[in-house]
């Protein structure tokens, strides 16, 4: 996958756990990165952890990642487009308050879906996006290849990187992320106030009920602010939640069994049915996608993938030499490339699908 051209140079603000795993894991493929945190200490403390190569802000950085609160990301975001020249991209886990909010071309919002129970720098580790998704969220005034350059450093980091619509993004982390977050927190309060009646109940927790929890050991300061900016969503997929528990407490309370197992099953096949990345040259088409060169081609394109459930493994973008036209390389996974050329066609495009297995 592209990445930038050019030196290799990096600022990253905000050096906690996601910062300091990037920060980490581009000093390991050789740039040079700076970093900055409200707190000295943590500045400090990823100086020495070899998270950054030194504190404060690049001037000449080729990219910029924001790692800071969610509430901060827009007032920091439009810190580092003043102060520096190259792009910024953001870490945020709510994107559509804040793409609002900054209206830079420069800037392309994102979201790596990886985290750890190690809290802060201290828990910073290079490979903490290797197999994990990044979500890139382009809109109409994306620069086409400041998008490319972001996918491409996310690539570089072992990530799968998906495309959406900063709306549809907080609707479906809400779903993926922020809901379970609040479940787990629930399921954790209940078990500790039972722990209190029956001491020996923590000790017997199963794999299961720690598997489901485990994200309930998170920062917790993170998620009054999450809570904050996808307000609507979260209460929106709770409800939903409050209604499907409803239905099976009716069937555990009416003996239901038959809704029961009917319902287990299709949970099953489901959770089995989670996607995989695509990791064989045999599993992947390209798609050349001859566009006109202006803005929210990007986005338009990579939405549509998103929307059909496909997964771009890499993307390019060759310009023509007249200036008004490029071509769009895409990596699909075969078993989706003809419904992805389909629904070019029905948008006026004019794909051409190669299967490289």
């Known amino acids: 996958m592209a990445v930038l051209p050019g030196a290799h140079r990096a600022s990253i603000i905000g050096t906690g756990l996601i910062g300091g795993s990037i920060g980490m894991a581009l000093r390991a493929s050789g740039w ?3 970093g900055t945190d409200v707190d000295p200490e943590v500045e400090k403390r990823a ?6 190569d030194a504190i404060g802000i690049d001037p000449e950085s080729t990219i910029t990642f924001v790692a800071a609160p969610v509430r901060a990301i827009p007032a920091e975001v439009r810190r580092a487009l003043a102060e520096t020249t190259g792009i910024v991209t953001d870490v945020g886990s709510v994107k559509a308050s804040v793409v609002a909010q900054v209206g830079d071309p420069r800037f392309v919002g994102g979201h790596p879906m990886a985290g750890s129970e ?6 910073a580790t ?3 996006f290797e197999g994990a998704v990044w979500v890139l969220t382009p809109v109409a005034d994306t620069d086409s290849d400041h998008y490319t350059a972001v996918a491409g450093v996310a690539g570089m980091l072992g990530a799968e990187v998906v495309a959406l619509a900063p709306e549809r993004h907080d609707a479906l982390v809400a779903v993926v992320s922020h809901v379970p977050h609040l479940t787990a927190a629930a399921l954790m309060g209940i078990a500790d106030e039972r722990a209190e009646e029956h001491a020996a109940l923590l000790r017997l927790a199963a794999g299961g009920f720690r598997d489901m929890t485990r994200i309930a050991a998170g920062t917790p300061t993170i998620w009054p602010d999450i809570c904050a900016e996808n307000q609507a969503a979260i209460v929106e997929v ?3 939640l409050v209604d499907e528990l409803g239905r099976l407490r009716a069937m555990v309370a009416d003996g239901e069994r038959d809704q029961l197992l009917s319902t287990l099953e299709r949970a ?3 959770r089995r049915n ?3 990345r695509v990791v064989r040259p045999a599993e992947v088409a390209e798609v050349r996608i001859p566009v006109p060169d202006r803005d929210g081609v990007i986005a338009e394109v990579a939405t549509l993938a998103s929307d059909l459930s496909i997964n771009i493994a890499d993307i390019e973008v060759a310009h023509s030499s007249e200036g008004d036209r490029g071509v769009l390389i895409l990596l699909v996974d075969t078993a989706r490339a003809e419904a992805f050329r389909i629904g070019l066609v029905e948008r006026g495009y004019r794909p051409a699908v190669h299967h490289l297995g």
């Not at 100086?47 to 950054?52: F, H, M, P, R, T």
């Not at 190690?118 to 828990?123: A, F, H, M, T």
């Open 32 to 34: 040079h990165v700076t």
């Open 47 to 52: 100086l020495e952890l070899g998270a950054i």
């Open 118 to 123: 190690q809290l802060g720098v201290e828990g």
């Open 126 to 128: 290079p490979d903490l």
């Open 238 to 240: 709770i409800d939903r």
């Open 268 to 270: 099953q096949g489901a």
């Open 274 to 276: 989670l996607p995989s």
